[in-house]
């Protein structure tokens, strides 16, 4: 099976605009879990989406969004970007039905001019 | 809150020593724990998943333990290699919503030299 997919794997962004990032799950994974990774705060906990319901939420701003399409695939978008908001993003999928191991896809890398 | 720690924040060693790295949380309410390598610039590589009702688990050269009571997971690298060099993750999962979230520490930076 094909891993978790990240795209693009890399954006260059100024302060004031938005960003969309995209998440293809494992084939057959119904839970996708999105992350952000800085040196400073390490990685923390955005959102969660199963079955196009978002299910959990960590605590950030809400200029954080996301969705969940009916294949499974996920967006998250921030909105009106700060230069805080450099950092990896990472996305994780599993089956969503227990807890098991979440499989991690390579990471979006955002930097915030 | 729960809380991860996880000590050495770095370490370097010889290649062909065993090893071991230490990840303490403050809230024992979890339903695993995950063991996680980050290469530079990359994702997340899950190396050993442990449940709650589980001691250890094992997988090649890597073994997990976890102590839930007393808050605390180690993991054992027999015979480290080069290749083993990256940053070891440790993350619990817990109950948030109905569904599972990560909450992870800052990693253990680890080199092997040859």
């Known amino acids: 099976k094909a891993g978790v997919t990240q795209t693009p794997r890399y954006l260059i962004k100024t302060r004031g605009q938005q960003v969309t990032l995209s998440c293809s799950p494992i084939s057959g994974h119904r839970s996708v879990s999105w992350y952000q990774q800085t040196p400073g705060q390490g990685l923390q906990f955005l959102f969660e989406?199963?079955?196009?319901?978002?299910?959990n939420k960590g605590n950030f701003p809400g200029r954080f969004s996301g969705r969940q399409f009916s294949n499974s695939r996920s967006e998250m978008n921030v909105s009106t970007l700060e230069l805080g908001d450099s950092a990896l993003y990472l996305c994780a999928s599993n089956d969503g039905r227990g807890y098991e191991t979440q499989y991690f896809g390579p990471g979006t890398r955002l930097l915030v001019l | 809150k729960q809380e991860v720690t996880q000590i050495p924040a770095a370490l370097s060693v010889p290649e062909g020593e065993n090893l071991v790295l230490n990840c303490s949380f403050t809230d024992s309410a979890i339903y695993n724990l995950q063991w996680f390598r980050q290469d530079p610039g990359k994702g997340l590589t899950s190396l050993l998943l442990i449940q709650s009702s589980q001691r250890e688990q094992t997988s090649g050269r890597l073994n997990a333990s976890l102590d839930k009571s007393s808050g605390r997971s180690t993991l054992y690298i027999a015979a480290s290699q080069p290749g083993d060099s990256a940053t070891y993750l440790c993350a619990v999962g817990e109950e948030q919503g109905g569904s599972e979230k990560l909450v992870f520490g800052k990693g253990t930076k680890l080199t092997v030299n040859p």
């Open positions: 989406y199963f079955s196009e319901t978002q299910r």
